[in-house]
């Protein structure tokens, strides 16, 4: 029978309460659902069996890294269409006193009573009642036939040692999202080998909006001949590269990834800035060598934590001279109701960012000014971080086969999933990026700022 994809479209329907948003085409050859618009396709019943093991984003996740789903058409349409059913970033309703289980927390729901090979059919009697719960129970086994369970893609980031946030998982933390090869993020970031969010121009390409960020970010701090900058999670060596050639200053660039490190030092040695840039493979915490008249931390801080996060603070503060300036660039999202509710997406855990975090502005700002910081600006980048996922995702469609020839077939889909859901992240007001100007009051108050700090000055000649 080829009926994989009606069954699996009214079942779908039943669990997230609303009409399947995108077509569906089943294993068998079938297909449901609206005749256009992007096709979300099970290449095999194993897609099943990932999200029957494991309800949510993590085994949607597994299931896409995979392989056995796929798209055809248009990945941001499909996940615009489907993100208000399975990915719920809005504002928390009302609570209900007596709420039913819709979405995934249905999906979540039937877990716990799928038949174990050694322990036959376990469940609650609340569930057991419900008709509708026993028809999905039955009929997810029947199309799933759900043993063994399978393993986790290899591309998924092994179980880490160690205290979170600590030196060495945080070493391991960034091994897994940066050490995959300098080439890769070639094809990915282009020439500018920037990975946080552009500076766009109506008109502008990629490269024009990344040296134009970082341009703005080396007004901002105000940098002149002779001054140090230390650039925290230098990256491959970008932004050290644009203040030493544009600005003549002095720059300390620090990262935890041995292959960034590697490509930064011999792009500063390309470009007869050696004696100006010295990149070290070193933990913010372990730099002891200051005081640095700037400091600049872009795409940084999303990886400290927020029980490290006032370490962080007070430790860039100390590193920094009276009337020096930091230039805070960093991820954000909207506060919840209950901040000890908040978890770490699943899939960017498992695949993209080990232990990484965000916070709304609001911490971010109170935890820079609790450090002594004086806080001078804000601005705000949300949109223009869509437009560099839009453009990023475009680069690696483009450069698909060199992509998967130099990491994997798995880790080229991590990062389209990634970066396109991300895009409409930002798009959509559920993440948000913002660039925090604060300086180390001198004494007296003295902040060294103008009066129109907006204005920021023109760029200074080395």
């Known amino acids: 029978m080829t009926d994989a994809a009606p069954r699996l479209a009214a079942l779908a329907e039943t669990l997230l309460g609303a009409p399947v948003p995108v077509r569906i085409r089943a294993w068998d050859g079938s297909e449901a659902g609206p005749s256009t618009g992007p096709t979300l396709v099970l290449n095999h019943r194993r897609a099943l069996r990932r999200m029957l093991w494991k309800p949510g984003e993590l085994g949607l996740a ?39 289980p819709t979405g995934l927390a249905k999906l979540a729901a039937l877990r716990p009573h799928l038949p174990a090979p050694s322990s036959g059919v376990a469940g609650t009697a609340a569930l057991l009642r419900d008709p509708e719960a026993r028809a999905a129970v039955r009929d997810l086994i029947a199309l799933a036939r759900p043993w063994p369970a399978p393993a986790p893609p290899p591309e998924e980031a092994v179980r880490r040692g160690g205290a979170v946030h600590s030196k060495g998982r945080d070493r391991q933390a960034i091994s897994h999202h940066y050490d995959v090869g300098n080439a890769f993020y070639e094809h990915v970031l282009g020439p500018s080998m920037v990975y946080s969010c552009a500076y766009w121009s109506p008109g502008g390409t990629l490269e024009d ?26 990256g491959w060596g970008s932004m050290a590269l644009h203040a030493a050639r544009e600005y003549g200053v002095q720059v300390t660039g620090i990262t935890l990834s041995q292959e960034q490190a590697v490509y930064a030092r011999k792009r500063a040695a390309e470009e007869g800035l050696a004696d100006r840039i010295d990149i070290r493979v070193q933990d913010y915490r ?72 965000l916070s709304p502005i609001g911490t971010t700002v109170g935890e820079l000014e609790r450090a002594g910081f004086e806080v001078r600006d804000v601005e705000a980048l949300r949109e223009h971080y869509a437009l560099t996922l839009r453009a990023w995702v475009g680069r690696l469609e483009r450069h698909w086969d060199e992509a998967v020839r130099l990491t994997s077939p798995g880790r080229a889909r991590v990062w389209l999933l990634y970066m396109a859901a991300s895009a409409l992240g ?37």
């Open 62 to 100: 597994r299931a896409w890294v995979a392989g056995d789903l796929t798209v055809e058409g248009d990945l941001f349409e499909l996940l615009d269409r489907v993100a208000g059913l399975l990915w719920e970033r809005g504002p928390a309703p009302a609570p209900d006193p007596k709420p039913a």
């Open 209 to 234: 909006a990344q040296r134009d960020k970082l341009d703005l970010v080396c007004r901002k701090l105000d940098l002149a001949p002779g001054q140090r900058l230390l650039d925290v999670g230098c």
């Open 426 to 462: 930002f798009e959509h007001n559920r993440l948000g990026v913002n660039q925090v100007l604060v300086v180390r009051p001198g004494n007296g108050g003295v902040s060294g700022m103008p009066l129109r700090a907006r204005e920021w000055g023109a760029p200074q000649a080395p």
């Open 286 to 357: 372990d730099v002891k060598d200051g005081p640095f008249d700037a400091i600049s931390s872009i795409g940084m801080a999303e990886h400290v934590g927020a029980a490290r996060y006032r370490e962080y603070a007070h430790t860039l503060h100390a590193l920094l001279r009276p009337g020096g300036r930091l230039l805070n660039h960093q991820i954000g999202r909207p506060p919840e109701p209950d901040e000890e509710a908040y978890r770490v997406d699943e899939f960017i855990d498992a695949y993209v960012f080990p232990d990484g975090e």
